[in-house]
């Protein structure tokens, strides 16, 4: 999923001075692209390639990811919503239309809610929202399973959970990119994120009727720990908001569905902002 996107589109990639790795792509609003724990920035690329088109186009290793520098202590959602904030004064950027996927969703509605007059709009795919027992369960035995034997021993189940099991012929390459960026996740950064992943499904419980801004959440319809369930309660919270279930699609759809991701993406972007 190497970034491939029009020539005459530039993009500038750069490091900001507090450590934070990121790609600018394209002219006009900006949108922010934020991705989940154990991923990096690269992984946006059918949307970057996409969106750029039409508009400017951020995408950041989160704390601890990719080319990122981890903390040095243990993390909070908002501490992400923070790094994010400083991304964005870096880049001179005073608004934008910020989407995250999986543990990104979290942090663009923590973001969205903290800030609303620095956010457009805010979409949430694959996001988590009110685990059921037998779901929090699992989630923290998969965070003991971290913290016991480091993240390659989890990428096998990730990417069973993410693409089936067997993977199909077609999305066999795109689960090879995606174990890749698992294989050589920082294994602090991923700790922290997971800790955080696995705690934070009820921190927007009670504020979610507060967003004000045009809103998407969306989900793949066989993705079982994001699921439509969650999705629709997230978006019934949420005056005017969209629910959107992929028809067919597991966690990873910005890459294995990423032509109805895209077209999901655009009909957000069009949504009218009050002024």
């Known amino acids: 999923m190497t970034l491939e996107v029009a020539p005459a589109i530039a993009t500038v990639r750069g490091l900001t001075p507090d450590g934070t790795a990121y790609a600018d792509t394209g002219a006009g609003d900006a949108v922010v692209l934020i991705h989940g724990v154990g991923m990096q920035q690269g992984v946006w690329a059918p949307q970057v390639a996409h969106l750029a088109r039409t508009h400017r186009v951020v995408v950041y ?56 007059a620095r956010t457009r709009r805010v979409a949430a795919l694959n996001a988590v929202y009110r685990r059921t027992p037998e779901q929090r369960a699992a989630v923290m035995a998969r965070a003991r399973m971290l913290r016991q034997a480091g993240a390659p021993a989890s990428v096998g189940p990730t990417l069973e959970r993410w693409f089936g099991n067997p993977v199909p012929p077609t999305l066999q390459a795109a689960a090879r990119e995606v174990g890749s960026y ?77 032509d109805a991701v895209n077209a999901h993406l655009d009909h957000w972007l069009q949504m009218p902002v009050a002024r």
């Open 182 to 258: 698992l294989a050589q996740v920082q294994l602090q950064g991923y700790a922290q994120a997971y800790a955080v992943f696995a705690s934070a499904d009820e921190v927007h419980a009670a504020r979610l009727g507060q967003l004000r801004m045009p809103a998407l959440f969306a989900t793949g319809e066989f993705d079982a720990n994001s699921s439509p369930q969650m999705t629709r309660a997230m978006a019934a919270e949420v005056p005017g908001a969209v629910a959107d279930v992929l028809p067919g699609a597991r966690h990873m759809m910005t890459v294995t569905d990423a």
């Open 61 to 116: 290793d989160m704390l601890g990811h990719g080319a990122s520098l981890a903390a040095e202590h243990a993390l909070v959602l908002s501490d992400y919503a923070d790094q994010l904030q400083r991304l964005l004064d870096h880049l001179g950027i005073a608004q934008a239309s910020i989407a995250g996927h999986s543990m990104g969703a979290l942090v663009a509605l923590e973001f969205a809610l903290t800030r609303p």
